[in-house]
């Protein structure tokens, strides 16, 4: 009966803690994540699905890092930036992460038109309707209503699971090369360009951002670190989980019929022919599922970082009146990613391009100074960085390096 009592005890803390590090995990299954791994599924079937495996534990190790430090510092990512390494090298990175942020929240958009387009809505209808609506749950949920919100939007992500069912793929042969790596896929250049863009897609800039915020203005203490580190990794392999299906999906349907695609729009029309009206549907809604949590999130990312960085008052949590700059921030972001989405002929892929070429670079000098902090014991004490995480750190900026410099050939 005791240890009974005790797991109730700690599965309602869990329950209690858990939200900061699933969302923003899950919600990295944005637009441009459904098209990158949807596009991979098309081009080259079940051979990626290892990069899965591996992106996974590097994402464990980063979020684990990124929760921690704002579990220690009780600082936003921006704020700690800003204090220990001072107002010139915080002042650039704030810079990048605003212009990626903005970049790919123009992609996020850019989403809503797509699918609701699949769904047979006018973009010039579906687009200010979904941006009023989207700021002004921001504005008037708490983080609290906010938080159950984005947990329930994770919940449509398994439409993607759904539509993979519905394929019916080669389970023996997408769980085998789960864990077996398809070495001829990965030496020929679109297997490393597309593992690079898989990789890209999992861990970016702005989800640290938003992660060690959240997790200060949730109030999460040191006590509840154990709880932390479960939410780390069950985040990590939900989110993976998801982005496997989604691959499964194209790698089923698309890829033995030799139909490449260039986005998640083409591969849903593509799809419909060949899996039917309901898997179009459910594909399209998953989509639309998709860019709504980016869209949500990832505003708040920059309106969290930028209210840090000058010393204003921010968050959810708070109205008009005591966090002015945090609502502004939050307006013009959708005000002109709007904007650029609405534009006819604007080049979005072209944005997209140049935002994974700014998280390429943003994401090792962000790393790099975590990864100082983290290892300082005059701030994190016995919480310091393990040798495993340092190691996956490491490994993160080494990969993402080389796979910008890649990019750059």
């Known amino acids: 009966m005791k240890i009974l009592k005790n797991l109730l005890r700690r599965t309602w803390i869990f329950l209690l803690v858990m939200g900061p590090a699933f969302i923003t995990s899950v919600a990295d299954n944005d637009a441009s994540g459904v098209a990158s791994y949807t596009v991979a599924g098309a081009r080259t079937g079940y051979s990626l699905l290892f990069v899965l495996t591996i992106s996974t534990i590097l994402l464990i190790g980063i979020q684990e890092m990124s929760a921690r430090l704002g579990v220690v510092t009780g600082k936003g990512l921006t704020e700690t930036i800003r204090e220990i390494y001072g107002v010139q090298i915080g002042f650039l990175c704030l810079i990048l992460h605003i212009v990626t942020t903005f970049s790919t929240a123009v992609a996020e958009v850019a989403g809503i038109a797509g699918s609701m387009g699949l769904l047979g809505?006018?973009?010039?209808?579906?687009?200010?309707?979904?941006?009023i609506a989207l700021f002004l749950i921001i504005y008037f949920w708490d983080y609290k209503i906010l938080e159950r919100f984005f947990l329930t939007l994770t919940l449509f992500y398994f439409c993607y699971v759904a539509s993979a069912?519905?394929?019916?793929?080669?389970?023996?042969?997408?769980?085998?090369?789960?864990?077996?790596?398809?070495?001829?896929?990965?030496?020929?250049?679109?297997?490393?360009?597309?593992?690079?863009?898989?990789?890209?897609?999992?861990?970016?800039?702005?989800?640290?951002?938003?992660?060690?915020?959240?997790?200060?203005?949730?109030?999460?203490?040191?006590?509840?670190?154990?709880?932390?580190?479960?939410?780390?990794?069950?985040?990590?392999?939900?989110?993976?989980?998801?982005?496997?299906?989604?691959?499964?999906?194209?790698?089923?349907?698309?890829?033995?019929?030799?139909?490449?695609?260039?986005?998640?729009?083409?591969?849903?029309?593509?799809?419909?022919?060949?899996?039917?009206?309901?898997?179009?549907i459910l594909f399209s809604i998953g989509f639309l599922n998709a860019s709504l949590m980016g869209a949500l999130i990832l505003p708040i990312s920059s309106a969290y970082a930028i209210c840090e960085f000058f010393g204003w008052e921010g968050g959810v949590s708070k109205n008009f009146k005591e966090a002015p700059y945090f609502y502004i921030t939050l307006a013009l972001y959708y005000i002109f990613?709007?904007?650029?989405?609405?534009?006819?002929?604007?080049?979005?892929?072209?944005?997209?391009?140049?935002?994974?070429?700014?998280?390429?670079?943003?994401?090792?000098?962000?790393?790099?100074?975590?990864?100082?902090?983290?290892?300082?014991?005059?701030?994190?004490?016995?919480?310091?960085?393990?040798?495993i995480i340092n190691l996956t750190a490491i490994l993160t900026v080494l990969f993402v390096v080389l796979a910008t410099i890649f990019m750059l050939r």
């Open 121 to 131: 809505v006018s973009k010039f209808l579906a687009v200010p309707l979904f941006i």
């Open 165 to 280: 069912l519905m394929v019916n793929p080669p389970w023996e042969e997408v769980v085998y090369r789960i864990f077996v790596p398809d070495i001829k896929a990965f030496l020929k250049r679109e297997g490393l360009y597309l593992l690079i863009i898989i990789v890209g897609t999992t861990i970016t800039p702005w989800m640290q951002y938003y992660l060690q915020s959240s997790v200060v203005e949730k109030g999460i203490m040191k006590e509840h670190l154990p709880y932390v580190r479960l939410e780390v990794i069950l985040g990590a392999f939900a989110t993976q989980f998801f982005a496997l299906f989604m691959m499964v999906c194209a790698g089923a349907v698309l890829h033995p019929n030799g139909i490449r695609v260039e986005s998640a729009e083409e591969a849903a029309m593509a799809l419909k022919p060949l899996a039917g009206k309901y898997f179009y």
């Open 337 to 387: 990613s709007a904007f650029f989405v609405l534009i006819p002929g604007m080049p979005l892929i072209s944005l997209m391009l140049i935002s994974q070429f700014l998280n390429g670079v943003l994401l090792p000098l962000l790393i790099f100074l975590m990864l100082k902090v983290a290892n300082s014991d005059e701030i994190m004490g016995n919480l310091k960085n393990p040798f």
